[in-house]
């Protein structure tokens, strides 16, 4: 009875921070709609052929992220390739990296007249961004589905098959639901991002519903437009429970499992082919932007941007905490199902997730701005509550994971020495977690920390992030300086993820 | 984990008492860039002690997000002031009741035309709707219906109407001459070959490296323009007695409906409309054009009083505005 309680309130706290902003947005969105008007917006050949654009765009972005990330997945985990813990720590940069942040670099190396500019300025361009932004998602999905096939299994194949049978025939099929999982996933994040697509003057959905807020001062429009973006994420995430939860095993600890072994020959050619790729993908865009700084323009961006700098820091560690809590807690109510509804709980978060940051932006705007909430509205907290909103369902989906690994034998056995469920959670379920807690906790801060849209619509007079301070800079600023922040802004976030990588936490 | 659950009560502690409200400081959203803007504001701060908060616009949402932040806000406004770099939305801001009046005593020597009659918004440091034109170029345009002129074939650029200074242009242009010329107008621009640009920071780069023989931009774009060096120079367009004249953008500031900090907020409007805010966003490198009579105008442009003004009600442009949204996108889809 008490776990029930407990559960109805870490429910009711989420429904503050992340379901009623939403709700509040579409009620506001719906009330005294006008059905000629509807059809009208949505029978606008532009509207169409913008919404189809970027669903064209969404599935190619996933499906070669997803292709591509699996293979260098399989690669990394499945072989001994030398230098696979060095390239899975640069290829997960650049989505450590504000998309827009290599989107400029990219500008900065093709420019916007020459020969390539009309590839760079479109669809092409703006689908390779994304493609390196997103691939270290399957990358790191397939390699921890990899190490979750047991080894003995492969063994019996290897009975009638060599080692390339076995990856083809056992390992491949075993890993499709991380393939499904990531091409969801990449799926429905590209269908949402649009900053790399207002960089690069791409005519994406999401751009058009922007359009609407922006240029025609048309918050109706733009909230019905955005509805589209409701119903492709709430059917994305109907396939995920459909299929994916269906196939999906229950995850265990990661464990030995059988290694191809390459001749040197082959570790030559990865190596090769890989450092060619980090160049192109990572280093090559990024050095052409930060080639810009010296130290003279490194200085002064410092010195312009320290209270933003601060500012950043303060809200992301404040969100990462709270995130941390939250989705633990979130993740023991869905993992121990306390509710009846928890399924609903669980999907309303990952929704949440994969909402466009414009939505739930207006959502906290139209919820929390009341003057008996001005505490929360006019200071720097509704940007943290709308960073938990936002992330809630990374850091309940890791803690998740950990807590299905717990072995069931100690939860029973605390039940049967008289522990009640607070005692079990305390002394056992936090300590045992103690690690996934602090991944999470980084995990939370670098998403908080290179968050820009929901802190650019949401951010109190004389509060601005870093991110923020960027963006707003770049209008007229100089390009030395949007270097040097944007510097700034990359090694705050890699240095302390790579700190905590060699602390082996993440 | 007791150590998260004390970070956390701190922290959030902290952030809900980060609000400074202390009646020394005033809270302003501005739509003019950070880069020109924020030395002003630090200016006020310097020589009144008092603490500015402001909330800035990004490129990126087309100088309109703190517009839409205003107008979401209205129940319950956060900001005192606002600083649009156009009047066509305080215009906006005026019919939708967010606004209160203020006579500014700095507002005087400004010509009405740039001042809201009911004193709701005033305008001042102004850009200039102009042509930025190669040095390569063998031909002059001379007004802004040599778009549609068949000597200019396939050598013009225009920004994307849909945005920012090209849109309140067109409606200027609407209200002033009337819909069937514009529309006529309008076509044969597209017939003549038109490009269109993104930006209009775009069209003076296409201009500068000579793909295109000139461009309507605003007057900050030619400065910067001229400033490094391009081979362009300046056309100030329909400056003949009889045509319609160059179309000016102020700046606009107003005091918000039910302000937190009223006083503070009138000194500030007071500053950013006094002579030496005119001249230091003239010095600055967005090159305003003051609208007081007797400041110094920036090097590169005529001052104020020695051009042919375009005469609008600006609340008619806006309203034009509104309206022309739409089948200025259907003309872009064509």
Redesign the interface.
């Known amino acids: 009875m008490q776990e029930r309680k407990f559960a109805i309130g870490i429910v009711f706290i989420i429904t503050l921070i992340g379901f009623l902003p939403l709700i509040v947005m579409l009620f506001h969105a719906l009330s005294g709609l006008e059905y000629e008007k509807v059809l009208e917006l949505f029978a606008k050949?532009?509207i169409v052929e913008s919404f189809f654009q970027s669903l064209l765009l969404s599935a190619f972005v996933a499906f070669t992220s997803t292709l591509l990330g699996t293979a260098l997945g399989l690669l990394f985990a499945k072989t001994d390739f030398i230098a696979s813990k060095l390239f899975v720590s640069l290829l997960i940069v650049p989505l450590l990296v504000p998309p827009y942040i290599l989107a400029l670099g990219w500008i900065d190396i093709i420019g916007?007249?020459s020969v390539l500019s009309g590839w760079l300025f479109g669809f092409w361009g703006v689908a390779w961004v994304l493609i390196c932004v997103y691939l270290p998602i399957p990358i790191v999905l397939s390699m921890l589905f990899v190490k979750q096939i047991a080894p003995n299994l492969e063994n019996m194949a290897k009975l009638y098959t060599d080692e390339w049978g076995v990856l083809r025939f056992i390992t491949l099929p075993r890993i499709m639901p991380a393939f499904v999982l990531s091409f969801l996933l990449l799926f429905i994040l590209s269908f949402s991002e649009y900053?790399v697509a207002?960089?690069l003057?791409f005519h994406s959905f999401s751009l058009e519903s922007?359009?609407r807020?922006?240029?025609?001062?048309d918050?109706k429009s733009a909230m019905l437009l955005s509805l589209p973006m409701l119903l492709v994420a709430a059917l994305v995430l109907l396939i995920e429970r459909l299929y994916v939860e269906k196939n999906l095993t229950k995850m265990k600890t990661p464990q030995r499992i059988n290694i191809i072994k390459l001749s040197k020959k082959q570790q030559l050619f990865f190596s090769v082919l890989l450092i060619c790729f980090v160049f192109i993908i990572l280093l090559l865009p990024l050095f052409s932007l930060f080639s810009h700084v010296t130290l003279q323009s490194l200085a002064l961006a410092f010195d312009k941007a320290l209270f933003p700098l601060m500012n950043s820091f303060?809200?992301s560690?404040?969100a990462a905490?709270?995130l941390?809590?939250l989705g633990f807690l979130s993740a023991y109510v869905i993992s121990f199902k306390f509710l009846s509804l928890w399924r609903f709980f669980d999907g309303g978060i990952v929704f949440l997730f994969t909402l466009p940051a414009t939505v739930l932006g207006?959502g906290f705007?139209?919820l929390y701005?009341?003057?008996w909430l001005?505490?929360?509205?006019?200071?720097?907290?509704i940007v943290?509550l709308a960073y938990v909103g936002k992330y809630l369902a990374l850091a309940v989906k890791m803690s998740e994971h950990r807590l299905q690994q717990m072995p069931s034998s100690m939860l029973e056995a605390a039940k049967l020495s008289g522990a009640s469920w607070f005692d079990t959670l305390?002394y056992i379920l936090?300590p045992q977690s103690k690690k996934v807690?602090i991944a999470v906790?980084v995990v939370s801060f670098i998403f908080s920390f290179r968050e820009s849209t929901l802190t650019?619509?949401l951010?109190?007079?004389?509060?601005?992030t870093l991110s923020?301070y960027i963006?707003?800079?770049?209008?007229?600023?100089?390009p030395e300086i949007i270097a040097a922040l944007s510097l700034i802004m990359v090694l705050s976030i890699v240095v302390p993820f790579f700190i905590f990588m060699r602390r082996k936490v993440i | 984990?007791k150590q998260?659950?004390s970070?956390?009560f701190v922290?959030?502690l902290?952030?809900?008492?980060?609000?400074?409200?202390d009646g020394r400081s005033v809270?302003?959203?501005v739509s003019e860039?950070?880069?020109?803007s924020e030395p002003l504001l630090k200016a006020f701060e310097k020589e009144t002690g008092m603490?500015?908060?402001?909330?800035?616009?990004?490129?990126?949402?087309?100088?309109?997000?703190v517009?839409?932040?205003l107008?979401?806000?209205k129940?319950?406004p956060?900001?005192d002031v606002y600083w649009a770099n156009e009047p066509i939305r305080a215009e906006?801001l005026r019919k939708k009741g967010i606004l209160a009046p203020y006579k500014s005593p700095n507002a005087a020597g400004i010509d009405a035309v740039f001042l809201q009659k009911e004193h709701y918004w005033s305008g001042f440091s102004a850009r200039l709707r102009l042509f930025i034109v190669s040095d390569n170029s063998m031909k002059e345009p001379s007004s802004v219906f040599d778009y549609a002129n068949a000597a200019f074939r396939d050598g013009a650029v225009i920004a994307n109407p849909?945005?920012g200074t090209t849109?309140a242009h067109i409606a200027a242009l609407f209200s002033t001459l009337g819909d069937a010329q514009m529309y006529a107008f309008l076509k044969n621009m597209k017939q003549n070959g038109i490009a269109i640009a993104?930006s209009n920071g775009?069209s003076a780069?296409?201009v500068a490296?000579g793909?295109y023989l000139f461009a309507l931009v605003d007057s900050?774009d030619v400065a910067?323009r001229l400033k490094r060096g391009e081979k362009v120079h300046v056309v100030y367009p329909d400056q003949k007695a009889g045509e319609v004249g160059i179309f000016v953008v102020p700046n606009a500031v107003m005091l918000l409906a039910h302000a937190k900090h009223p006083k503070a907020a009138k000194k500030l409007i007071d500053y950013l409309l006094s002579k030496e805010s005119e001249a230091a966003l003239a010095k600055a490198?967005?090159a305003q054009i003051p609208l007081h009579k007797g400041v110094k105008a920036p090097s590169f442009f005529k001052p104020i009083e020695q051009l042919h003004v375009m005469h609008v009600d600006y609340a008619e442009v806006a309203q034009k505005l509104?309206q022309l949204?739409p089948s200025l996108?259907e003309w872009l889809?064509e």
């Open positions: 050949k532009a916007v007249e900053s207002n960089v003057r922007f359009v807020f922006s240029a025609f001062y918050f303060v809200y560690l404040s905490a709270l941390t809590l207006i705007i139209l701005n009341r003057v001005d505490f929360i509205y006019a200071s720097a907290l943290i305390r936090i807690l906790f650019m619509l951010y109190p007079a004389g509060h601005e923020v963006i707003t800079q770049m209008a007229n600023g100089r | 984990m998260i659950a970070f956390i922290a959030l902290l952030s809900a008492c980060s609000k400074v409200d809270t302003v959203y860039d950070q880069v020109f603490h500015v908060n402001a909330v800035y616009d990004s490129e990126e949402s087309k100088s309109t997000g517009m839409n932040r107008i979401a806000e129940a319950n956060q900001a906006v849909l945005f849109t993104t775009e780069d296409l490296s793909k900050d910067s490198a967005c509104m949204q996108k889809a």
